[in-house]
C-alpha cells in the first residue's frame, strides 16, 4: 500500500502560467513533508518543505500549501519557467516514528512550454 | 563544498555477477541512505546509516544484498549475485540531522545497473 501518492504522472503547463503539483499521504504520523526535483540523470535536489504545524510555506516562486485534515498537499509554482521542467517528488516523514525515513511519491513530471 | 559522490555512474552486468557501488557523503554528514529507484517510481529506501550503525535495514534483500559503511563515511552497497529484476537507478544520499530533526537529503546523480 503506497503511503504517499501523486495521481498526477505528468503535468504541462505555458511559460509565466500557475503550476500546480499535488500530493496525497495515508499515514497520519508523518509530520514533515519535502519537495524534491529531479532532472534527467541526476539525483533529486530539495526544493521546498513544510511541518505539520505550519499550513503554507514560501520560498520565491515557490509555495507548498498544507491540508492535514484531507491529507494533502501541494506544490505551486509561479511564474512557471521552461527552467521548471523536471520531475518532481513528494517526500513525507514522522519525527516520532523512525525519525529521518522519507517515503516518497511516484513523481510528476513537470513541462513547461515556452 | 562537494555535494555527494557516487561511482561508478553506469554499470552493466550479467545476471548473476555480482556489482558493488560506492559512495562518499558530503562532510560531515552522519546518516547516509542508499535507494534503489525503479523506472517511473520514487526512491525506495534500501537501509539507512547513522555513523557506522544500519539503523534501517528492513527494505533491504538481505539474501543478495549488502552494504557498509567502515568509519562512517564511505559506503559501499554489493548485490551477489545480481537478477534481473535488480536494474535500477541506485542512489546513495546524506544528512546532518540529529534524532528528531528534520529530513533534507541530499542525493548523489546514481548508478545506474543494467542487468542482462
Known amino acids: 500500500d503506497q503511503q504517499v501518492k501523486q495521481n498526477s504522472p505528468s503535468l504541462s503547463v505555458q511559460e509565466g502560467r500557475i503550476s500546480i503539483l499535488n500530493c496525497d499521504y495515508t499515514?497520519?504520523?508523518?509530520?514533515?513533508f519535502l519537495w524534491y526535483k529531479k532532472y534527467p540523470a541526476e539525483g533529486p535536489t530539495f526544493l521546498i518543505s513544510i511541518s505539520s504545524i505550519k499550513d503554507k510555506n514560501e520560498d520565491g516562486r515557490f509555495t507548498v500549501f498544507l491540508n492535514k485534515s484531507a491529507k494533502h498537499l501541494s506544490l505551486h509554482i509561479v511564474p512557471s519557467q521552461p527552467g521548471d521542467s523536471a520531475v518532481y517528488f513528494c517526500a513525507a516523514s514522522g519525527s516520532n516514528t523512525n525519525a529521518g525515513k522519507s517515503t516518497f511519491g511516484d513523481g510528476t513530471t513537470l513541462t513547461v512550454k515556452p | 563544498e562537494a555535494g555527494v559522490v557516487q561511482s561508478p555512474r553506469y554499470k552493466i552486468i550479467e545476471k548473476k555477477q555480482p556489482v558493488a557501488f560506492w559512495c562518499n557523503p558530503i562532510s560531515g554528514h552522519n546518516t547516509l541512505y542508499w535507494y534503489r529507484q525503479n523506472l517511473g517510481q520514487g526512491p525506495e529506501l534500501l537501509i539507512r546509516y547513522e555513523n557506522e550503525e544500519a539503523v534501517d535495514d528492513s527494505q533491504l534483500p538481505k539474501d543478495r544484498f549488502s552494504a557498509e559503511r567502515l568509519k562512517g563515511v564511505d559506503s559501499t552497497l554489493k548485490i551477489q549475485p545480481a537478477e534481473l529484476g535488480d536494474s535500477a537507478v541506485y542512489l546513495c544520499a546524506s544528512s546532518s540531522q540529529g534524532r528528531g530533526s528534520t529530513d533534507t537529503q541530499y542525493f548523489g546523480p546514481g548508478t545506474r545497473l543494467t542487468v542482462l
Open positions: 499515514n497520519s504520523m508523518f509530520d514533515y
